[in-house]
């Protein structure tokens, strides 16, 4: 997608509360240790929990066990 300059088009990226990162695809994603991980899917899910076996892209581990969110503020 085109901006008008040189500058590629900055991804989408959706938080959601209770699941994983949304992002839109391609991505490459450099984990702690140094090595990168792909995706060619259109959107990509990274795991925010760290449950997923699959980490970090997301097996909806979450949704076995909630996490507790911390208490709104008064």
Known sequence: MPTGTD?????RVRLDPDGP???EGPVEVELPDGTTVSS??????LCAC???RRYPF????HRR????R????S
């Not at 060619?40 to 899910?45: C, H, L, T």
């Not at 911390?70 to 503020?73: G, Q």
């Open 50 to 52: 760290r449950r997923s």
């Open 58 to 61: 997301c097996d909806t581990s």
């Open 40 to 45: 060619d899917r259109f959107m990509v899910a």
């Open 21 to 23: 990162v949304l992002v």
């Open 7 to 11: 500058r590629p088009a900055p991804r």
């Open 65 to 68: 066990k909630p996490r507790r």
């Open 70 to 73: 911390p208490p709104a503020p």
